[in-house]
Each structure stands twice: as C-alpha cells, then as structure tokens.
C-alpha cells in the first residue's frame, strides 16, 4: 500500500531539510575534512576535483577497475587508504553536482579495515573485490538506513536487510562507501526530487545526468566511484551512463538478483526492473556481472535462472555481423549521435566487420505497449505517494503520470490485453531480429546527448529493450563539437516528436558533452555483448576522443 497521511503531518520541506542535513553530517564525519568547493564554478566541473583534492587521492581514483583490484589483491595499496581516498572524492562531487544522498563514512572505514586486517593475517585477498569501493542507488536496501525511492513520504522506511546483491558483493570483499540520489517516482531520465534537490551533469550543471540512477552516472564521471549499482525499467542505467561518458549495462531479467530493494507497487512487474553496474571502465561491468553470477544467487533468490557466467569468444572463422540502427522511425537522433554511428561503423568496416542496416520494427507500438504495462493502475500508487506528503510533483512526475495519455487503470481484461500484446511483439521482433541474422545492434542510447533540465521525455531508444527484455551495454565514443554537429533545417519530420526533439537541439549549449552508443543483444546475451564490445574497444580504440579532454 502506499504511505498514508500522519495524523499529524510534519510539512515535507521540514523533512527535506532533515534529509539534507543528515547528508551534511556524513560528509562531516570525515577526517580530514574534504577541501570546501570553490564558490565560481565553471559549466564543465570535470577538472575541479583534480584542482583541490590532494595528488595522493587522485593518484588512486583516477585507477581503472582493474588496476585498483590488482593493487589491493597483492597488498600494494591498503582497503582503507583506498576507502578513504574515495570518501574524499564523492564528498567533493557531491559539492559540484548535488550526486549522494549519504556518505557511508564510518561504516565504509571499519569494513576496509576489517579487510586490511584479514589480508596482514592470511596474505591473500578475501575475494574477487577484496577493497573495491562500490557506490549504490538509494533505493537498494541497506540494514537499519533508510529507503526513499525519492518520495518525502517514504523518509521513515527503514530496510529490514541487506538487499541480495549487497549481501553478494560484501562476501566478495566490496566496501560500499556512499548512496546516490534518484528521482521522485523512479520515473524519470533525470534526476531531482524534492528531497535533494537536481543533480547535474558534471560536464554541464545545465543539463541532466540523466535518470533514475543519475546520481551513481554524475558520482562515476566525476571519479567519485569506480563502480556503482544503478537499476533499469526504462533506461534509467544507460540514460546516464550515456550522459556522464562512462560505461553501464542493463542486464537480462533474472541473472542479477533484486530480492530486497524499495522498489514501487508489488506485482507491478509487467515489465521487469533490473540491477545493473555502471563504471568507469569497461572491466568494471564484467567484473560486477561475473562476480554476482558466479556466487549463484539462485540458490538463494528461486526468480533468478540458474545460468551459469559463460565466457563468449569472438568467432575468427567468420567476420561478425553487426546492425545499425540509425533511427526508430519516430524521432530521428541529434547530429553527434549520428555522427557518433558514423564513426564506429566506418571503422568497424575497416577493420572487417561486416555491418548492416537495421531498420526498426514498429517501435511506436512497443511505447504503447509498455507505457500501458508501466503503470497498470493509473498511476494511483505514485500519486498517493506523492500526495500524502504534500509535496509538489516534480515537472518530470507530472508528466509521465498525469500527461501521459496512455496511462491509464486498467480492468483484468485490458491487463491480459496488454500483456498478450507483449508477448505478441517479442515474438515478431525476434523474427525480425533473424531475417538479418546479426550477432549485436549498435543504436542510440537516446534522441540526443545530455538534454537540459527538465526536457527528458522521450524514452522508446531504451525502453524499447527492456520490452523485449534484450540486454543492452552503453560506452562513450566523442564529444559533442558544434562545427560538425550541424541540425538539417531541410527534410521533414518523422513524427510530431521528432518535430520537437530538434527543437531541443542548442548546440552552443551541448558542445563538449559525451556522445555514447549502445550495443544491445537478445535475451541472455550478456557476456556477448560484454565480449564485442571489448573486442571493438580493441578493435578501433574507444573512446575516440579524450573525454577527460576538450572537444
């Protein structure tokens, strides 16, 4: 049931306001305290924190995945300098981009002490993670903290337990060192809630990182982790792991656990929500994966499929086949983003990769589709969530589930419908998925990069693979340049939406963000998709522009 309304009910800014200082005071637990953040900020904040945080600190955040595990896995570098080093970073993000909702501090220190303990006694690792900070989204459950889901009414709920995945992640040796912001409803390509407030795009604070895990997107770019858990309904891990440059994976349904997350409406599963990991680094991801799968959470979580993680190799007797999807017949993308396709393809073909056009398949009815199964009752759960608190709906709220005319109650009847219709359209778009007979589909990962505030609203270039439940891994390519990324006055639009996602183009605005793509397999193809990726990044060398760099 939703929250209801106290009988006597504390105003929600008062609770807001208690949210937000109880952040400040996890942040102040830290010792030394982190440097105060400059007050004239630029746009971009990308370079602040190599400017007032130590070189010391730097020197172990700006480590890849890999690179961290290898030096805590042989005692090079302590759990706890490493914790520290990335306490230090998050608070100094959480000054620039508004990302965290909680630092973690005191309890992150004791389990990398813990660690450093255990590896001085038994000269081994505690496992694969041994060290590894991890950043989590708010809403997966931790014992005794609470779990919002970004609603004011839900401030009080307290996790019972550990959600599965942290259980999994902790017995691999992981210290989880901060929680990071989400979204009123969960509902959105951006992040802001009344609680906390925006969070902004560490290249641009005007415009989103993206959303419902927009916070883990902005804490990553910024090196404040190296590795954080988001979740995806609708594309709410690759929306901003596209925005921010950095890398993320939305799972197959089913292969990592979710037992134990505050999620919305129980049984509202016509459409499944998964964890996923996003990191700085392609490693990051298939070391995540491969370390949950491998601790076979089915044994303790009967949804999960018992699938083992099974090591894909890139065949050498035939060259792969790849698709393009160039646009989805609705909304064609913004210039980078074709010119980010460009790009890869014509290197791809270089490098002897046979890629092929893939035309979309009715894209426009797997919106309605899974806009119908979103919110099978109205939207009445997140409304009164909202409601008794007294709180306003955030822009983006008001629009999915009050100007979204597809939402609507539905009887048993048109429920049935809608979910024959989905299991209809999985089954023609695996037909169509065979006529071209490709091993992966390269497509945006939205309409445009990074859109400014409050604009996010269209969704189908991701939610159309969480219908068909196909998994979909995003990486960066470029950066935004206004010299070539030139709108097409000329030519007519596909669709009224299309009409006004060019609208949304400003290109003075976008120059210099991350431009990504994403590779998308059919069901249960994680690994193979993990494994091209990889290959390619081999391959072409990706990013093809220094992200860290100008435009």
Known sequence: MPPKKAKTQRPWQDIAAEAQDYRASTISQLSPPPPNIPEDLPKDVTSVPAKILDKSILSITNLAVEELISLLSSGQLSAVEVTNAFLQQAAVSQGLVNCITELLTSQAIKQAQDLDDYFAEHKRPTGPLHGLPISVKEHIGFEGLRCTTGYVSSWDRIAKEDAHVLQILRDAGAVFHCRTTEPQTMMH?????????????????????????GGEGALIALRGSCLGIGSDVGGSIRNPAAN????????????????GWGYTMAGADAIDSVLGPLSSSLSGLKLFMKTVIDAQPWLTEPAIVPMPWREFTVPSCRPLRIGVLWHDDIVRPHPPITRGLKMVTEQLKQHGVEVVDFPAHLHDEAWAIIASLYFPDGGAWDIEAIESSG????PLSAFILKENEIVKELSTGELSYWLEEREVYRKEYALHWNKFGIDALLCPVGPGVAPKHNTAKYWSYTSQWNLLNYPGVVFPVTRVDKNQDVLEKKGKPLSGLDKSNRDLWDAEEFHGLPVSLQLVGRRFDDEKILAILEHFIELIGLPMSNLDGEA
């Open 244 to 259: 921010c440059g950095i890398y993320g994976i939305k799972p197959t349904a089913f292969r990592i656990p979710t037992d």
């Open 391 to 394: 709180e306003p709906f955030r």
């Open 189 to 213: 390509l951006e992040t802001d809630s009344n609680l906390y407030g925006v969070t902004n795009n560490p290249y641009n604070r005007n415009v989103t990182s993206g959303g419902s895990s």
